[in-house]
């Protein structure tokens, strides 16, 4: 199961101005998950949903404070338990990172044990491995029609040379493609992505998930579709 670490998640797809303070963040307050009843056991996804086991809630801070339960930060990260029969590009076992704001996403509790019901499409991107690090994240493969992208810094000055203080800088929205998802269906067709890795491209400023290793490189991964072009020096 990915280890998270440091890492923190943030989306605000399709949206020209900053998020509201406190929405959109997939590490968010711990709730409650619905608790089934003791006599029920399993729980099987239909369709195409998606059976998360969800990792273990961060205890305490980087700074080693000891955090009480209702502080504790929702995991986006856990391993597959099961999947629906019309789920094509996931299986049983895969470590993934996921949206926790997805249309219809659940955390419920089944025998003591914590999950995430979540549809196909929420599932962001399969780590290489189930013992997976936050260091990882580069060799992530995105899911669908997503691509990971390595964010470009923002300037340090203007165009004519003032320089700005890091609170003044604009949020950057160049990256170099580093890995394509394999396409998505629709209306019963495959639909390959079609950006290709090493391409500079332009996306939305806020969209998609954002990754902050710990050497400081911001990675996001984004729907193709919010990428607004290519570019070239």
């Given at each position: 199961?990915?280890?998270?670490?440091?890492?923190?998640l943030r989306g605000y797809a399709g949206r020209s101005r900053a998020p509201p303070r406190g929405r959109f963040c997939l590490t968010r307050a711990m709730a409650k998950p619905m608790e089934l009843p003791s006599s029920f056991t399993t729980l099987r996804p239909l369709k195409d949903m998606v059976l998360v086991k969800t990792a273990d809630s961060e205890k305490e801070t980087q700074g080693g404070?000891?955090?009480?339960?209702?502080?504790?930060?929702?995991?986006?990260?856990?391993?597959?338990?099961?999947?629906?029969?019309?789920?094509?590009?996931?299986?049983?076992?895969?470590?993934?990172?996921?949206?926790?704001?997805?249309?219809?996403?659940?955390?419920?509790?089944?025998?003591?044990?914590?999950?995430?019901?979540?549809?196909?499409?929420?599932?962001?991107?399969?780590?290489?491995?189930?013992?997976?690090?936050?260091?990882?994240?580069?060799?992530?493969?995105?899911?669908?029609?997503?691509?990971?992208?390595?964010?470009?810094?923002?300037?340090?000055?203007?165009?004519?040379?003032?320089?700005?203080?890091?609170?003044?800088?604009?949020?950057?929205?160049?990256?170099?493609?580093?890995?394509?998802?394999?396409?998505?269906?629709?209306?019963?067709?495959?639909?390959?992505?079609?950006?290709?890795?090493?391409?500079?491209?332009?996306?939305?400023?806020?969209?998609?998930?954002?990754?902050?290793?710990?050497?400081?490189?911001?990675?996001?991964?984004?729907?193709?579709?919010?990428?607004?072009?290519?570019?070239?020096?």
């Amino acid at each position: 199961m990915l280890s998270l670490g440091s890492l923190r998640l943030r989306g605000y797809a399709g949206r020209s101005r900053a998020p509201p303070r406190g929405r959109f963040c997939l590490t968010r307050a711990m709730a409650k998950p619905m608790e089934l009843p003791s006599s029920f056991t399993t729980l099987r996804p239909l369709k195409d949903m998606v059976l998360v086991k969800t990792a273990d809630s961060e205890k305490e801070t980087q700074g080693g404070v000891l955090l009480p339960d209702a502080a504790q930060r929702k995991p986006t990260s856990g391993d597959i338990a099961d999947v629906g029969p019309d789920v094509k590009g996931l299986k049983k076992g895969d470590t993934v990172l996921y949206s926790k704001f997805g249309i219809g996403a659940t955390d419920v509790k089944v025998a003591g044990t914590e999950y995430c019901m979540l549809r196909e499409c929420d599932v962001i991107g399969i780590m290489p491995t189930a013992a997976a690090r936050i260091e990882d994240v580069p060799q992530m493969k995105p899911c669908q029609d997503r691509v990971l992208l390595r964010v470009e810094e923002a300037a340090d000055a203007t165009a004519g040379g003032v320089l700005l203080p890091s609170s003044a800088k604009e949020k950057p929205t160049i990256a170099e493609v580093v890995t394509c998802g394999p396409g998505k269906e629709e209306d019963g067709e495959h639909v390959d992505v079609k950006l290709k890795p090493g391409q500079k491209v332009v996306f939305f400023k806020w969209a998609g998930e954002k990754m902050n290793m710990p050497d400081g490189t911001e990675y996001n991964v984004i729907p193709e579709r919010d990428v607004l072009g290519t570019i070239q020096a």
